[in-house]
């Protein structure tokens, strides 16, 4: 299938499970290549990172994490849309699918004896309300770098706020990307290094 070809064909099965699912899957189309550059540019050039992806969807940053790693390290996903998992493992059989919870990844890693170099999420709000931003910063290796993106129109609604202050608690350092304006909506990365409780 041609690029255009599989992004028509990631739409239509995206926002068929938005209608299904409005709050977990919480947009209505894949996020943009650009988008995907951004939330990626964390991962090393060289060595074996472990690169942990949470909420792939139908693969709009696995893509990319796929081309960076080019067969180095590991990369795990976690999904919890059991329908959008098996698309995942069927399109990318290098990655490792988990069909669960983002707030489960310490046990997932502690079972595999892993740390997550990069944990590079897509996760929604309603992914945020329980204890997760510690649960990721558990997971990583003390110089370890989160990234998960929030869309312009919606960084000053109280549970954007809240995230924020939650990275901000979690990591030693929180940086705001520039806004990716070919992102539909346009959208910007919060880069947070090095987890406290490492
Ligand atoms: C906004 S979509 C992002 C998909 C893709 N990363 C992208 O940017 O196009 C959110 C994804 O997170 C998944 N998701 C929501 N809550 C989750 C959770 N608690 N654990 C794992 N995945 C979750 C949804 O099923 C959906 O695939």
């Not at 919480?26 to 650009?34: C, D, E, L, M």
């Not at 080019?70 to 919890?80: K, P």
């Not at 990069?118 to 370890?144: D, K």
């Amino acid at each position: 299938m041609s690029g255009t070809g599989a992004r028509t064909a990631d739409s239509k099965i995206f926002f068929r499970e938005f209608l299904r699912s409005p709050l977990v899957t919480a947009s209505a189309i894949p996020s943009s290549r650009q988008l995907a550059e951004q939330m990626i540019a964390p991962i090393p050039e060289h060595g074996d990172p472990v690169v942990v992806e949470l909420g792939p969807g139908t693969g709009a940053f696995t893509r990319a994490i796929q081309r960076r790693l080019a067969g180095r390290g590991r990369h795990i996903a976690i999904e919890l849309n059991p329908r959008l998992a098996g698309v995942l493992a069927e399109r990318f059989p290098e990655v490792e699918v988990l069909i669960g919870d983002a707030c489960t990844i310490p046990e997932l890693l502690a079972e595999r004896g892993l740390s997550a170099d990069v944990v590079i999420s897509g996760l929604p709000w309603a992914a945020y309300q329980g204890p997760l931003i510690p649960a990721i910063a558990e997971a990583m290796a003390p110089t370890g770098t989160f990234t998960q993106f929030t869309y312009v129109w919606t960084r000053w609604a109280a549970p954007s706020r809240r995230q924020l202050a939650g990275l901000r608690g979690a990591f030693e350092e929180v940086v705001l990307s520039r806004t990716i304006w070919q992102n539909v909506p346009p959208a910007l990365v919060y880069v947070s290094r090095r987890p406290r409780t490492a």
